[in-house]
């Protein structure tokens, strides 16, 4: 069965900001809240392919820039999303960046280190605080960041993204207590290895040690994400939250 043809969760008249969002599995964010009746703010550093999606997808998104680097541009887009939306109701951090994949522990350079750590985890940070008085104003505030699996297993060869995605995983249980009184809902996914642009440069016998490892054998698609996060964003995941989903089809099961 193919998941893109399964009923969306609707989302009508959310307002929910997407990091990372201009190409791989942040557009398919995109465009599975769209068709969930959502209103999104596609936000990246890929400034034309954003305004492209944007333009394609039509009235009910708009695109932000934002670069993670910089704490400033942070502040500045998630105001401009809200304003634009009106308000903000979700947040998906999506943003990313691996760069020392295939790499041992002693090879990677301090400076890529540095760069992973302050997109993916002070970015998350940053992005979230900028957006948790959005959040708690609307009365139903979900948050969504995207861990990874390989944190879950120890990924070999790709230590700075493996430990990213782990302070990802703790900031969720801690985030989850302290918005726990705004009402607001703080979760993450643990996606396996998908496939969208951002895993092309993963060699075969990676893929194929997914492939072999999962209970459901077949390559992970971004539709199977998907679903996951909307319903992480929706109501009926109200009482849902400061938990780690992994979503790879039975290779990391919890």
Known sequence: MNPSLEPPIALQGHK???TGSA?????????????????VAISDVLHERGQALARELGERTCYVPMDLLDPQAIEAGVAQAAQALGGLDGLINNAAVTNSGGKYFNEIEIDT?????QVNVRGTWLVTRAAHPHLKASGRGRVVNLASDTALWGAPRLLAYVASKGAVMAMTHALAREFGPDEITVNAIAPGLTLVEATEYVPPQRHQHYLDGRAIARPQLPADVDAAALFLLSPASGFITGQVLPVNGGFVMN
């Open 16 to 18: 929910v900001l997407v």
């Open 23 to 39: 190409r791989g599995l942040g557009e398919s964010f995109v465009r599975a809240l769209v068709q969930a009746g959502a209103r």
């Open 113 to 117: 280190w540095d760069r992973v750590m």
